[in-house]
């Protein structure tokens, strides 16, 4: 039996469900989760070791993310600093309060 990377034991493992939700997504859009599963691949293999390393962390707590020592902010990048590079100005604050995971609002343009 041939060895499978560590990537790909965790991408087959949730291949499935990765599909169902895409094709549900985009009306089964064989060209587009090709590509997607092609991104996913490429973009895993130039992750850093330390970002590699709080994954497996992470994959053996599948409840990480509810956990109290995550404090998340959602904010609209436009109201609160105007673009990117005004956000990443914003870093001390962040954490100042405690922040540790940010959800930015909306990077692209949106229908009115």
């Known amino acids: 039996m ?8 965790r991408f087959d493992a ?3 469900e990765l599909k169902w939700l895409y094709y549900e997504l985009y009306h089964g859009d064989s060209q587009g989760f090709d590509y997607l599963c ?6 895993y293999s130039e992750r850093r070791e330390p970002l590699k390393e709080l994954d ?5 707590d599948p409840d990480w993310y509810r956990g109290n020592d995550i404090v998340g ?3 609209y990048v436009d109201n609160f600093a105007d673009d990117l590079k005004g956000v990443a100005k ?15 609002m ?4 949106s229908p009115k």
Not at 38 to 43: D, G, S
Not at 56 to 60: G, I, Q
């Open 38 to 43: 092609r991104l996913i691949n490429t973009y």
């Open 56 to 60: 497996r962390k992470r994959e053996k």
């Open 106 to 109: 909306p990077l692209l343009e």
């Open 2 to 9: 041939e060895i499978k990377t560590e990537f790909r034991r």
């Open 90 to 104: 914003k870093i001390d604050y962040f954490n100042e309060c405690g922040v540790n995971y940010i959800h930015l």
């Open 73 to 75: 902010m959602m904010l």
């Open 14 to 16: 949730r291949f499935d």
